[in-house]
Structures are given as C-alpha cells and as structure tokens.
C-alpha cells in the first residue's frame, strides 16, 4: 500500500560524466565504486521527467504547464526508521513526493515513498500514476549524454522505465532572480542591473568579473514604504554595493557582501 504522508526533501547536484552498468552481486548494502561514482553524479542538479514507458507503451509528461513545474532531485542514502518520505523526490506537475533512494552498484532502491493527495486532472494525472508506479521500486540506472544534455534512465524490473533529463542551470546574465517578497534583480549582458528592493525599484552599473559582481551607485525611486519593509531594503542596497563574491548553485544564487551579510536569489 502506498504511504500518503507528506514529507519533505532536499535538492541534490550533478558532477562527473559516465555510463553505469551492472557491476556483479555485492552483498545487501555494500558500497562499490560504481555506487560512489552514481552518488556523485546524482547531486546537485534537478531532473526533468521526459517519459515513463509501461509495457511498451510511452506516456509523455503532458501540458506545457507540467513541464515548467516538474522536476527530481536525489539525495542518496539509508531510511531513517520510523520516517516516512525521504529527502529525494520532487514533483511531475502535480502532487509533491519524497522518498529514501539507496545506492547500490547501479540500483537505487526507492523505499517510503510518501506524496499529497491533490486531485490531478487528466493527462497529468495519468502521468503521474504511471511515474510514481515504476520510480516506486529497486531501478537500474544508466547515464548517457556530456554534462549539461545527460539522460538519466530507470528500469524497473517489474514496472517498466522512466526517462529523464538533466536540468540546465538558468544563465547568471538575464534571469529575474528573487530575493524574497517583491525583492528581485537581473543582471545583464550590458553590464547593468535593473530590479526592485522589495517596494522601491533600482537600476544601476553591475560588471560581473571572476566570481564577483560590482556594483555601482544605485539609482533608486523614492517611494515611502512601511517600516519593516524600509529596513529590509537599507539591508538589502547595503549588500547589493561595491564589490561582492557570488555563488550559483543551478537556480539558486548567493551573493555575500561580507561574513554575515548575504542574500540568496532565486531563478524564476
């Protein structure tokens, strides 16, 4: 029976290049370098559902508004007992899941699987059906393609297969990056940024250079805001001046004034 509790989980990233096959019996929970090198290469990065095929049968992830929604991160390792859930999972279009994704040779094996119970309409209904199905199970799993275009397969023995493509990070350059609230910024190919401080909106010189962004003298409008909202917004320009060190990590963007002071973006 599967478990209907809502449970939370965590992203993971993307390093290395490599096709994975099978590599012999292990005894149960043994770790091998095929299960190292698969953990690492299933960190970091999101994962687009493409396709799950059931008995020979493709169903597509359906709509357009699906496509933008969904996503699947890993992050591998042993069940916590007594917890339902686990810090892998994401969402196809619909309802959220997580669950426990342990590593072993070229298997993951999916165990407490715990989703919402939303409605789902139609094709995404379906699609999600048939996913959560086959990604419920022990998988093989096979990576194919160069890092920024790989494909990830999982083969039920059972169940049938799932395909899925690894997320492109958004560009630094060009993406509206939330900073919480109405806060947001873009930095552009010009060498400027343009955004809002959460009620005053600002533009003004950004040059980005070797992991730095600086900024110059912001130019802002002048609108009075509640206190609150004031206060977060002489924090906010005292971060977003002169020379600050970034981090992207895919779709999340950290930029650090100094030790204490920072403020992580988000693409949209």
Known sequence: MKRTTYAKYAAAALVGTTVLTACGTEPAGTRT?????????????PWVPKKVTVDGKDYALPTEGARRKAYITFKPGTAEPGVDGGRSGGTVGCNSFGADVDIQGDTLKVSDLAQTLMGCPGAVGEFEE???????????????????????????????????????????????????????????????????????????????????????????????????????ERELAGILSGKVSYQQEHDSLKITKAPGKSVTARAE
Not at 33 to 45: F, G, I, N, Y
Not at 164 to 170: G, H
Not at 197 to 219: H, M, P, Q, Y
Request: aromatic share 4%; hydrophobic share 35%.
């Open 33 to 45: 370098k095929d299960a190292s090198v698969l953990e690492d290469t299933l960190a970091h990065t």
């Open 130 to 232: 048939k996913f959560v199905a086959v990604f419920d199970n022990d998988l093989k799993a096979r990576l194919e393609g160069p890092p920024g275009a790989r494909t990830l397969t999982l083969t039920s023995s059972r169940d049938g297969t799932i395909t899925l493509r690894e997320q492109k990070p958004p560009a630094l350059k060009g993406t509206r990056w939330s900073l919480g609230g109405n806060a947001h910024l873009t930095l552009t190919e010009t060498n400027t940024v343009t955004g809002s401080l959460g009620c005053n909106s600002f533009r003004g010189k950004a040059t980005v250079k070797d992991g730095t962004i600086e900024f110059g003298r912001l130019a802002t409008t002048r609108m009075m805001c509640a206190g609150p909202v004031m206060k977060t």
